[in-house]
DNA sequence: ACCATGACGGTCA
DNA sequence: TTGACCGCCATGG
């Protein structure tokens, strides 16, 4: 998961190997606090988080790296959706 | 073993 | 289009 670049929950828990176990991966992001998730949206390119908890901080972080936000606040996924877990 | 929590995902009304 | 519900996986009490 290069930087730029955004993965859904269901994207990362298919690598995983569950491609239903998004919940596992919310598990593990609010456990492990040393994961790029600030580059982790929901199926819609949009930040889960609710404003006050860190959404902002996300945006943030995701404009930083390039990444732009459309009308809603939403990822264009075909665009800065991450692509192939195996390789790249 | 059962229930509750979590930044989800998909379907149905 | 939006809101609500159910199903999904993993951990903690």
Same mark, same amino acid.
Request: some cysteine; aromatic content about 6%.
């Given at each position: 998961?290069?930087?730029?670049?955004?993965?859904?929950?269901?994207?990362?828990?298919?690598?995983?190997?569950?491609?239903?176990? *998004?919940?596992?991966?919310?598990?593990?992001?609010?456990? &492990?606090? !040393? =994961?790029?998730?600030?580059?982790? @949206?929901?199926?819609? $390119?949009?930040?889960?988080?609710?404003?006050?908890?860190?959404?902002?901080?996300?945006?943030?972080?995701?404009? *930083?790296?390039?990444?732009?936000?459309?009308?809603?606040? &939403?990822? !264009? =996924?075909?665009?800065?959706?991450? @692509?192939?877990?195996? $390789?790249?």
């Amino acid at each position: 998961m290069p930087a730029g670049r955004v993965a859904t929950y269901g994207q990362i828990a298919a690598a995983a190997g569950n491609p239903r176990a *998004a919940r596992a991966v919310v598990w593990v992001l609010r456990r &492990r606090d !040393d =994961l790029p998730w600030h580059r982790i @949206v929901n199926v819609g $390119g949009g930040v889960s988080l609710r404003a006050g908890d860190g959404r902002e901080r996300q945006c943030a972080l995701l404009e *930083a790296e390039g990444i732009e936000f459309g009308a809603d606040e &939403r990822i !264009d =996924l075909s665009r800065y959706g991450w @692509v192939a877990p195996l $390789g790249r």
